[in-house]
């Protein structure tokens, strides 16, 4: 179970070099600011799994929908000036890996607070996902009015 919560804490680790380096890699400040955002976001994460492993909080419950608009576009590039959107698709792409994460391990457990943690996390990946998506349908289709 340790080696789980240790994982998730690399994770979130991961998802918040990520989301620097895609901040670093955009030129549109708006977009810098929002993907800064979701590195801190992901720093919180990592610190709710921390106090979780040490009895300290409980996750957030509540649910979410699985499918999305990013499942119909492919991957971009991670290059070294990405685009506003190309930034938010690969964000939403790293998100559903994350979910995907959580709810596979989940399998493994039949029940308790194991899997309930696992699905749990996988709930905080989706609702960012979720966000995350929002930036990227705003910034690959903006009105025209």
Do not use: C
């Not at 993907?35 to 921390?50: A, C, S, V």
């Not at 399998?107 to 990227?136: I, Q, W």
């Amino acid at each position: 179970w340790n080696v789980i919560l240790a994982r998730a804490i690399v994770n979130e680790e991961s998802a918040a070099a990520f989301y620097r380096q895609a901040a670093d890699r955009v030129s549109d400040p708006v977009t810098r600011d929002a993907l800064e955002g979701l590195m801190r976001d992901e720093i919180e994460h990592k610190r709710l799994i921390e106090e979780f492993r040490s009895g300290a909080h409980a996750l957030p419950e509540g649910s979410t929908s699985g499918g999305s608009l990013v499942e119909s576009f492919g991957t971009p590039d991670f290059t070294a000036d990405l685009s506003p959107p190309d930034a938010f698709l690969l964000a939403a792409k790293k998100e559903k890996s994350s979910v995907e994460f959580y709810e596979n391990w989940a399998r493994l457990y039949p029940g308790g607070p194991e899997r309930d943690l696992l699905l749990s996390l996988a709930e905080v990946e989706r609702r960012h996902k979720l966000k995350v998506e929002e930036m990227f349908t705003n910034a690959a289709f903006p009105e025209v009015w």
